[in-house]
């Protein structure tokens, strides 16, 4: 058993501790990590791009028909091979995926073969960006500077081509306005002096118990 196989809670690997409670939870949906992660779209145009190619090149080559689409099943076949891995590995990381956020810090965890785990406290989120594309949306994270995460470690919930300073992402929400709205909600809690932070803490909890 890994450290993460248990969960009292839901994506987390403990009980929360007192005055923490869990404000949303979200996963990926697989279409969209297909799409935006694994290019499924792309891939599939490439490989049906070859097969014309192959297809043509044997036609010219004076193959008949029905020889030339036999020799070129080969490529199709392994098209269609490479689309159901990813098709498969999408699935696989949208259903390992959880994203929570309480009153204190967002958690992320996911892993396929090895399940993680990060925490990220409100404190250190500096911005967030969301971005729409279709019925889903991502939200960027950037963190205050001198904060380091490993790219590879938090891959694919990271902002592609960002391997300096490292933006950890909520990716292929169905809501994501919803999970933005609330995310500003908490972070703007957190940057409030103690006095202040706890009873906009309190308040906020109560509303989100009473919805």
Known sequence: MNEYEYEPVRGLPEQLPEGEYIVWQGEPEWQAMARRVFHIRGIT????????????????????????????????????????????????????????LTNKRLVLRFGVAIPMMINLPLERVES????????????????????????MALWPHARPWHHGRVKPMLRGLANPDVAAALLADVVGVAAQPAEVREEREHAFGEAVSAA
Do not use: N, P
Request: charge should be neutral; include cysteine.
């Open 45 to 100: 145009v490439y490989f049906l791009l070859l097969t014309g190619w192959y297809l043509w090149t044997r036609l010219q080559g004076g193959a008949g028909l029905a020889e030339a689409l036999a020799a070129s099943s080969w490529v199709f076949t392994l098209g269609a091979s490479v689309l159901a891995i990813l098709l498969v590995m999408s699935w696989a990381f949208a259903r390992s995926t959880i994203y929570t």
């Open 128 to 151: 967030a960006d969301i971005g729409h594309y279709g019925s889903y949306g991502d939200i960027c994270l950037t963190l205050a500077k001198g904060d380091r995460i490993s790219y």
